[in-house]
């Protein structure tokens, strides 16, 4: 079992920028596909990115597409998320998971491990 820990959060204004890192450990994050997802009051939670095992095949939620940059340095067992150019409508508490399923998802429903999350405010 994997145990992840988001940090990174913080509160910036619109336009700034923000990386989030994901820390694994009790595992090696290698064995997993990372996603990220985000919730904002009052909201679903929602899919953000995701990365495959090597790094080869990622995909992004289109509201973040061209802004946001999933990266993983598998030797460090982490997970990066580089958030550029963001908006008041990115600010939600933000999750990193880990998928054990061959495939990449953008479905929070295939993944097995949550971090705890890490709030990122971004004000007008």
């Known amino acids: 079992q994997v145990q992840l820990v988001e940090s990174g959060g913080g509160l910036v204004q619109a336009g700034d920028s923000l990386r989030l890192s994901c820390a694994a450990s009790?595992?090696?994050?290698?064995?997993?596909?990372i996603g990220w997802f985000r919730q904002a009051p009052r909201k679903e939670r929602e899919f953000v990115s995701t990365?495959?095992?090597?790094?080869?095949?990622?995909y992004y939620a289109d509201a973040v597409k061209g802004r946001f940059t999933i990266s993983r340095d598998n030797a460090k067992d982490t997970v990066y998320l580089q958030m550029n150019s963001l908006k008041p409508e990115d600010t939600a508490v933000y999750y990193c998971?880990?998928?054990?399923?061959?495939?990449?998802?953008?479905?929070?429903?295939?993944?097995?491990?949550w971090g705890q999350g890490t709030q990122v405010t971004v004000s007008s």
């Open positions: 009790g595992r090696t994050l290698s064995t997993y596909i």
């Open positions: 998971a880990a998928d054990r399923s061959p495939e990449v998802s953008m479905s929070e429903h295939n993944y097995d491990y």
């Open positions: 990365i495959s095992r090597s790094g080869g095949r990622i």
